[in-house]
C-alpha cells in the first residue's frame, strides 16, 4: 500500500488531499474540527526545520563563492544582480497582494497572536545583532540567525585553508537538512488533508475562494517580473533582442514549470545558456548551480511577499509600514538560503512569517495549492539565472558574441 502511495506524483497527492479534505469538510461538517490536529502535526515539523535549514543553508551559499578566488569580482557582480531582483521580486509581489481584493469569504482566528506594538527603528536595527548566538538559535529569531550565519560564512572564507574542515561540516549539515526537509514534505497531504476538512468544515466552500485568488496573484506577479525586470534587463544590458532571449530559453522554462525543480533544471538550462545564449561553459558552470540555490526570486522573493499579506487578510491582522519593510527585506535575504528543489520555498515562507509575527497554521492553506504555485515559482527563478548568466557573462566578455568561443581564460581575468 505505502508503495502504491509513494508512487504517485507528489503534486497529486497533495491535490487528491485537498479534494478529500473538501470532500469531508462538507461531509462530516464542524465535526470535522476533530481532524485540525492532522494540520498542527504538519506546521510542528515545519517549525521544526527552520532554525537549522537557515543556518547552514545561509552559510553553505556563502562559503560556496570561495572555490574560487580569482572569480570574487564576477561572484560579486553574480551576487548582486541576484539580491537586485529578489529585491524587486518582493517589492513586486507586496504591490500585487496589497492590489488585490481578498474578499471576507474567510476569517480565521490565529492561535498565537504577537503583539503588534511597533518598537523603535532603533531598536529594529540594533536587535539585528544576537548577544547571544545560542538564544538566537533557541527562540528562533530568524533576522539574527541570518545576520550571524552570514559572518560565519564571511570567516570561514578568509580563514581558508584552516577552516576547511568546519565548511565540509556545514555543507554536510546543509545536505542533512534538504533531505529532512524533503522527508516533512511527505507529511504535505496528511496536513493539506487535516486543515481543509477543518475549515471546509467550519466556514464552508467560501474556504476556496481566497485560494483562486492567492493563485492568481502569484502567476500575474511572476509574469510582470519576467517581462519587465528580466526583458528589461536583457533588453539594456543583454546585447540581444528581448524575444529571441526568451524564445532561447523557452526549453528550460518548460522544465522548471513541469518539474518544480531548479535543480533538475539544470542539464537543460545549462545547454541553453552555453550554446544559445553563447555563455562560456566555465562561467555557465557556476553562475547556474549557484543560481539554483540563492537566486529565489520566485520562491524568495514574490512568494513569501504575496503569501504574508493573503495570510494576514484570512486571519484579520493588519500590517503596518514596518512589516512591509521586514517582508520586502526577509524574503530578498531568506532567497539565499531557499534550495533549488520542491517544497522548500514552504519552509522558507515560516522565516518572512516569523519576523512579522503572522500564524503560521496559514502556511497549510497555502500548501493545499503549493504544487500549481511552484511550478510558475520554479519558471521564474530559472529565466532569472539564464538572465543573470547573460548579462554579467556579457559585462565580462565571457559571451561569444562574434564567433570566438568564450573562454575560461577570460573569467580568471
Same mark, same amino acid.
Given at each position: %500500500?505505502?508503495?502504491?502511495?509513494? /508512487?504517485?506524483?507528489?503534486?497529486?497527492?497533495?491535490?487528491?488531499?485537498?479534494?478529500?479534505?473538501?470532500?469531508?469538510?462538507? =461531509?462530516?461538517?464542524?465535526?470535522?474540527?476533530?481532524?485540525?490536529?492532522?494540520?498542527?502535526?504538519?506546521?510542528?515539523?515545519?517549525? %521544526? +526545520?527552520? @532554525?537549522?535549514?537557515?543556518?547552514?543553508?545561509?552559510?553553505?551559499?556563502?562559503?560556496?563563492?570561495?572555490?574560487?578566488?580569482?572569480? &570574487?569580482?564576477? /561572484?560579486?557582480?553574480?551576487?548582486?544582480?541576484?539580491?537586485?531582483? /529578489?529585491?524587486?521580486?518582493? !517589492?513586486?509581489?507586496?504591490?500585487?497582494?496589497?492590489?488585490?481584493?481578498?474578499?471576507?469569504?474567510?476569517?480565521?482566528?490565529?492561535?498565537? =497572536?504577537?503583539?503588534?506594538?511597533?518598537?523603535?527603528? $532603533?531598536?529594529?536595527?540594533?536587535?539585528?545583532?544576537?548577544?547571544?548566538?545560542? $538564544?538566537? !538559535? =533557541?527562540?528562533?529569531?530568524?533576522?539574527?540567525?541570518?545576520?550571524?550565519?552570514?559572518?560565519?560564512?564571511?570567516?570561514?572564507?578568509?580563514?581558508?585553508?584552516?577552516?576547511?574542515?568546519?565548511?565540509?561540516?556545514?555543507?554536510?549539515?546543509?545536505?542533512?537538512?534538504?533531505?529532512?526537509?524533503?522527508?516533512?514534505?511527505?507529511?504535505?497531504? +496528511?496536513?493539506?488533508? &487535516?486543515?481543509?476538512?477543518?475549515?471546509?468544515?467550519?466556514?464552508?466552500?467560501?474556504?476556496?475562494?481566497?485560494?483562486?485568488?492567492?493563485?492568481?496573484?502569484?502567476?500575474?506577479? *511572476?509574469?510582470?517580473?519576467?517581462?519587465?525586470?528580466?526583458?528589461?534587463?536583457?533588453?539594456?544590458?543583454?546585447?540581444? &533582442?528581448?524575444? /529571441?532571449?526568451?524564445?532561447?530559453?523557452?526549453?528550460?522554462?518548460?522544465?522548471?514549470?513541469?518539474?518544480?525543480?531548479?535543480?533538475?533544471?539544470?542539464?537543460?538550462?545549462?545547454? #541553453?545558456?552555453?550554446?544559445?545564449?553563447?555563455?562560456?561553459?566555465?562561467?555557465?558552470?557556476?553562475?547556474?548551480?549557484?543560481?539554483?540555490?540563492?537566486?529565489?526570486?520566485? *520562491?524568495?522573493?514574490?512568494?513569501?511577499?504575496?503569501?504574508?499579506?493573503?495570510?494576514?487578510?484570512?486571519?484579520?491582522?493588519? +500590517?503596518?509600514?514596518?512589516?512591509?519593510?521586514?517582508?520586502?527585506?526577509?524574503?530578498?535575504?531568506?532567497?539565499?538560503?531557499?534550495?533549488? @528543489?520542491?517544497?522548500?520555498? %514552504? #519552509?522558507?515562507?515560516?522565516?518572512?512569517?516569523?519576523?512579522?509575527?503572522?500564524?503560521?497554521?496559514?502556511?497549510?492553506?497555502? $500548501?493545499? @495549492?503549493?504544487?500549481?504555485?511552484?511550478?510558475?515559482?520554479?519558471?521564474?527563478? #530559472?529565466?532569472?539565472?539564464?538572465?543573470?548568466? +547573460?548579462?554579467?557573462?556579457?559585462?565580462?566578455?565571457?559571451?561569444?558574441?562574434?564567433?570566438?568561443?568564450?573562454?575560461?581564460? $577570460?573569467?580568471?581575468?
Amino acid at each position: %500500500m505505502f508503495t502504491y502511495w509513494f /508512487a504517485i506524483p507528489f503534486w497529486q497527492r497533495v491535490l487528491g488531499a485537498l479534494v478529500l479534505g473538501v470532500v469531508t469538510g462538507l =461531509v462530516l461538517g464542524e465535526t470535522a474540527t476533530a481532524l485540525k490536529p492532522l494540520g498542527t502535526l504538519f506546521i510542528n515539523a515545519i517549525r %521544526m +526545520l527552520v @532554525v537549522p535549514l537557515v543556518l547552514f543553508a545561509l552559510i553553505t551559499s556563502i562559503t560556496s563563492l570561495a572555490d574560487n578566488q580569482k572569480m &570574487g569580482r564576477l /561572484a560579486a557582480k553574480t551576487v548582486g544582480l541576484f539580491l537586485f531582483t /529578489a529585491f524587486i521580486a518582493s !517589492l513586486i509581489g507586496l504591490t500585487i497582494g496589497s492590489l488585490m481584493n481578498w474578499g471576507d469569504a474567510l476569517q480565521l482566528t490565529a492561535s498565537e =497572536v504577537r503583539d503588534r506594538t511597533i518598537p523603535p527603528v $532603533a531598536d529594529v536595527i540594533t536587535g539585528l545583532i544576537p548577544t547571544n548566538p545560542v $538564544a538566537a !538559535l =533557541v527562540n528562533g529569531n530568524v533576522l539574527q540567525i541570518i545576520v550571524f550565519a552570514s559572518l560565519v560564512g564571511i570567516a570561514i572564507n578568509v580563514v581558508g585553508e584552516k577552516a576547511e574542515p568546519m565548511k565540509k561540516v556545514v555543507h554536510a549539515g546543509a545536505e542533512i537538512m534538504y533531505q529532512i526537509t524533503r522527508m516533512v514534505m511527505q507529511l504535505t497531504p +496528511l496536513g493539506v488533508f &487535516g486543515l481543509m476538512a477543518w475549515a471546509v468544515g467550519s466556514f464552508g466552500l467560501a474556504t476556496l475562494l481566497p485560494l483562486a485568488k492567492f493563485i492568481g496573484a502569484i502567476y500575474l506577479s *511572476c509574469l510582470i517580473h519576467i517581462v519587465l525586470v528580466y526583458g528589461g534587463l536583457v533588453k539594456l544590458f543583454g546585447g540581444i &533582442g528581448v524575444r /529571441a532571449f526568451f524564445k532561447a530559453v523557452l526549453p528550460a522554462q518548460l522544465v522548471a514549470y513541469s518539474s518544480a525543480s531548479s535543480y533538475g533544471t539544470l542539464p537543460v538550462s545549462y545547454k #541553453v545558456v552555453t550554446e544559445d545564449l553563447k555563455v562560456s561553459k566555465s562561467y555557465t558552470s557556476f553562475v547556474l548551480p549557484l543560481g539554483a540555490t540563492i537566486n529565489m526570486d520566485g *520562491c524568495g522573493g514574490i512568494f513569501p511577499a504575496i503569501a504574508a499579506i493573503f495570510i494576514a487578510h484570512i486571519y484579520g491582522i493588519p +500590517l503596518d509600514a514596518l512589516d512591509y519593510v521586514l517582508i520586502a527585506g526577509t524574503a530578498t535575504l531568506a532567497s539565499l538560503g531557499t534550495a533549488g @528543489v520542491p517544497g522548500t520555498a %514552504m #519552509v522558507m515562507l515560516t522565516v518572512t512569517l516569523s519576523v512579522v509575527g503572522l500564524p503560521l497554521e496559514g502556511i497549510a492553506f497555502i $500548501a493545499a @495549492v503549493d504544487r500549481i504555485i511552484d511550478m510558475m515559482r520554479t519558471a521564474t527563478n #530559472v529565466t532569472g539565472d539564464t538572465m543573470v548568466a +547573460l548579462v554579467v557573462g556579457r559585462s565580462e566578455g565571457l559571451v561569444n558574441e562574434e564567433g570566438v568561443p568564450a573562454t575560461a581564460a $577570460a573569467v580568471n581575468s
